[in-house]
């Protein structure tokens, strides 16, 4: 839980310096964040024993994140928020 809180506050610091650099509404940019975020805490709630697996993969190889949610979850977590 405290990898995904680090993950958390960093997709919003991330989405915040983004707006700034393509003019847009920061507001916003967060919220698209968090959208992202919330499908990520739902994936890791609905199937932890799963998402279990695709956090021990990600302390190797955290760029293949999306690869092991697919992998293991059937879905990542930016499929799942874009849904």
């Known amino acids: 839980m405290q990898s995904c809180w680090h993950h958390s506050i960093a997709c919003a ?30 994936l890791a709630t609905s199937m932890p024993e799963a998402y279990a697996r695709v956090v021990e993969r990600g302390t190797d190889h955290p760029q293949d994140i999306l690869q092991n949610e697919r992998e293991l979850c059937g879905i990542d977590l930016c499929q799942a928020g874009h849904w």
Do not use: M, P, Q
Request: proline share 0%; glycine share 6%.
């Open 13 to 42: 610091i991330v989405a915040e310096r983004s707006a700034n650099w393509r003019f847009l509404d920061k507001d916003s940019a967060i919220r698209a964040g968090f959208c992202t975020i919330s499908a990520g805490w739902h």
